[in-house]
């Protein structure tokens, strides 16, 4: 609220005090840094009263397909038209919205991908290359102004390498400020999900280390050393990692927390629940009761749930939910209550608050309702209360992500994987739940 009152002080200065000669509209555009994960604050300044001008935004995917919003802004008093107050009369999107031209972005032809935006690999194989976006402005109809607008994962001065940890490989990823410097920093391991390996783990390690934490990404299946399947699969390797970073010296080893997305928030959480080291939990979309397990290379859907047990502690399988569709597990009958107690991961014993990101509509991992079930869970049996939250967004499904890109696709997933959601509801997910992780991870982590 702070930096969206103070662009638009910016704005207002740029506008009255004639910094813009009449009729020359000037591009006034606010990056953040080019940090992906805000709202890029766009305005035209120098315009007549109630003047309409006309915004197109353009990106290519990786397939190389041109994906493309617009929005038609009329003027204030003034003669600026701003995403962050003005309102879209025609184009992608309607209404005010600053991350309407993000959102709305659709393919020039055919179904888009669900996430498009092209997060490519640097040349290490660990940092990202900024995500290219063309701006351009046109009045009646003649282009007055364009600019190029860099969407960055990891941010400059970041560091990457990869480590051995229990004698696996695992990415850290460390913050521009401070390293090598004896100041000591929090540190957040992070986990993918069902997909496997390391590679999601690491895209949430490096926006970590963007916003000053260490991040260690860790893969726990699916990559060498680790189990294929998504069976028997032991959690140790998040608490090895916590070993291992308390053994760093740049690592606070008192303020180390723990994040996973979709089935890497179910890890996180059975972690944290096993080991008091571990001060904080963010849970995207994940269950705090795990499900069954998953074979994976399986045709056509690649996953097939089996009646096994998903994760194990020292050996001991952990309980898991079996597979009831018709089953409302935040408000399960008798029978279906013991069920769920039998498969609760012990989560009141987490030495820290827990978040939890929660679509309303998450057809894939119902994390929704399963958030009411933590909650209530947590509320009623920790032994000393903490302060959890729950960030709960209605029409979001499965797929929220802490990078803002087009959501027009995000709930065409196929045939076999349906992840729920509409395009307006994954868009002020994605535009919130980073934010209120990043807020939370400071509140719980950087003090």
């Known amino acids: 609220m702070h930096n969206r009152l103070a662009w638009l002080a910016v704005v207002a200065v740029v506008a009255v005090m004639g910094c813009v000669p009449l009729g020359a509209a000037e591009l006034v555009v606010d990056t953040h840094g080019d940090r992906g994960d ?156 069902a997909e496997g390996g390391i590679e999601a783990a690491s895209a949430y390690a490096a926006w970590l280390a963007s916003n000053g934490y260490v991040a260690l990404a860790v893969g726990y299946y699916r990559m060498a050393g680790r189990p294929k399947d998504l069976i028997n699969v032991p959690i140790e390797p998040v608490l090895d990692a916590v070993t291992w970073l308390q053994q760093q010296p740049s690592v606070d080893p008192q303020r180390i927390g723990v994040m996973g997305g979709s089935w890497g928030g179910i890890v996180a959480m059975a972690a944290a629940a096993h080991d008091p080291r571990l001060r904080s939990v963010v849970s995207w979309v994940g269950s705090p009761a795990p499900f069954r397990g998953i074979r994976r290379d399986v045709v056509p859907a690649d996953y097939r749930g089996v009646d096994l047990p998903p994760l194990t502690w020292k050996g001991a399988p952990l309980g898991y939910l079996p597979y009831r569709d018709e089953v409302d597990w935040s408000a399960p009958t008798s029978a279906d209550a013991r069920l769920l107690a039998q498969a609760m991961l012990p989560i009141e014993r987490i030495n820290g608050p827990v978040l939890l990101v929660a679509g309303g509509d998450d057809q894939l991992g119902d994390s929704g309702r399963m958030a009411a079930v933590a909650e209530r869970w947590l509320r009623t049996r920790r032994a000393v209360p903490m302060d959890d939250e729950v960030a709960y967004y209605s029409d979001a499904g499965h797929l929220i992500t802490q990078m803002l890109q087009p959501t027009t696709f995000r709930n065409q997933t196929g045939p076999h994987l349906q992840v729920g959601g509409t395009a307006e509801g994954y868009a002020r997910a994605d535009r919130e739940s980073s934010q209120r992780v990043l807020a939370f991870l400071a509140r719980t982590l950087m003090r």
Do not use: C, F
């Open 38 to 193: 805000r709202v890029p604050l766009i305005a035209v300044t120098g315009l007549k009263a109630a003047e309409p001008i006309d915004l197109r935004l353009e990106m290519q995917d990786a397939h190389g397909n041109v994906w493309r919003s617009s929005a038609r802004l009329r003027a204030d008093l003034h003669g600026v038209a701003d995403t962050a107050t003005s309102a879209a009369e025609q184009g992608s999107y309607r209404g005010i919205d600053a991350a309407g031209l993000l959102w709305s972005m659709q393919p020039e032809s055919g179904v888009g991908a669900p996430s498009p935006l092209a997060l490519r690999h640097a040349q290490d194989g660990l940092l990202y290359e900024a995500v290219p976006m063309q701006l351009s402005v046109l009045r009646h109809g003649e282009l007055i102004a364009s600019r190029t607008l860099q969407r960055r994962l990891s941010t400059a001065g970041v560091v990457a390498r990869v480590v051995q940890v229990a004698g696996a490989s695992a990415r850290l990823y460390l913050p521009a400020e401070g390293t090598g410097t004896g100041v000591v920093h929090p540190a957040v391991v992070t986990l993918g999900g």
